[in-house]
């Protein structure tokens, strides 16, 4: 018995990077999982995903769907509830870094950060919560940062966003704990991805290393097996918290 069989699970922003392997690794433990992406640019990449998921012998399918906007995601778990019957897990990974110092950040890339990174968390777990009630049961997975817990010079925008769903996880934990339904935060350090393609590559590269105590960046299979814990039943009497995956980061 795998540790989601038959579990319906959604992913956002699953195209590419962490979202991928989160897919992949719910999939490999027996998850239906309905996932989307936000540009037409990466209609080509869940395609190709939405056909590995399915090779693992579960059901997938790729949604297009903007999380930031709010009668999206009502349209998108409407469809999902629809064609899968139900939520069981929701992670909410869409995410996006605008990164600049506080003097040079304009309101335009504040209000995109908070949009993208906090308000859809908001949007998302506002539709998962209904059916999950019904079920009396739901694992909800909202993807902080290791730079919400501590601040990061320069991405003050990104900090507050992620600093947000904590307090978001928090309360949302407490709110549906009677209702069985659990909500908590995983906080990455620095993982292999687009994301953070500049750090790796970047002037003072091995500098940064210096400051992880394991001494590498994570991958994306790393923060995948944390979310799958608290996605199955692993992680039963776990809600409210923040999982730091970070390699013991201290910035
Ligand atoms: P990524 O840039 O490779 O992937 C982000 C995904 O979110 C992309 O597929 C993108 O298309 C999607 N996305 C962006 N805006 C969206 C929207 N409005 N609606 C739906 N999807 C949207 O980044 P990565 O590294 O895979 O990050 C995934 C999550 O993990 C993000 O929330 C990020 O903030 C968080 N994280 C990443 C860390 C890292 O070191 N890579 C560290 C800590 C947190």
């Known amino acids: 018995m795998k540790l989601l069989d038959g579990k319906v699970c959604i992913v956002t922003g699953a195209a590419r990077g962490i979202g991928e392997a989160i897919a992949l690794k719910l999939a490999e433990h027996g998850a239906n999982v309905a996932f989307t992406f936000v540009s037409s640019s990466s209609a080509d ?60 950040l304009s309101p335009e890339q504040w209000d995109e950060v908070i949009d993208v990174n906090l308000k859809s968390v908001y949007n998302m777990t506002k539709q998962v919560i209904r059916p999950m009630m019904k079920a009396k049961a739901g694992s909800i997975i909202n993807m902080s940062s290791i730079v919400g817990v501590r601040g990061n010079a320069g991405q003050a925008s990104y900090a507050a966003s992620k600093a947000g769903i904590i307090g978001f996880t928090k309360s949302v934990a407490l709110e549906l704990g009677s209702r069985n339904v659990r909500c908590n935060a995983i906080a990455p350090g620095f993982v292999e ?43 039963s009497y776990i809600t409210g918290q923040v999982l730091s995956v970070c390699g013991g980061l201290n910035i």
Request: glycine content about 10%.
């Open 45 to 104: 990449k869940a395609a190709a995903l939405e056909t590995k998921l399915a090779g693992l012998g579960v059901k997938a399918k790729a949604y297009q769907s903007n999380a930031a906007d709010f009668a999206a995601c009502e349209a998108f778990v409407s469809d999902v509830v629809k064609e899968f019957g139900t939520v069981d897990v929701c992670v909410n990974n869409a995410g996006i870094s605008k990164d600049n110092l506080l003097l040079r």
């Open 193 to 235: 991805t687009d994301m953070t393609h500049y750090l790796k590559e970047g002037a003072g590269a091995e500098e940064f290393l210096k400051k992880i105590p394991l001494g590498r960046f994570g991958k994306g299979e790393e923060i995948a097996d944390a979310t799958l814990f608290l996605a199955s039943g692993m992680s």
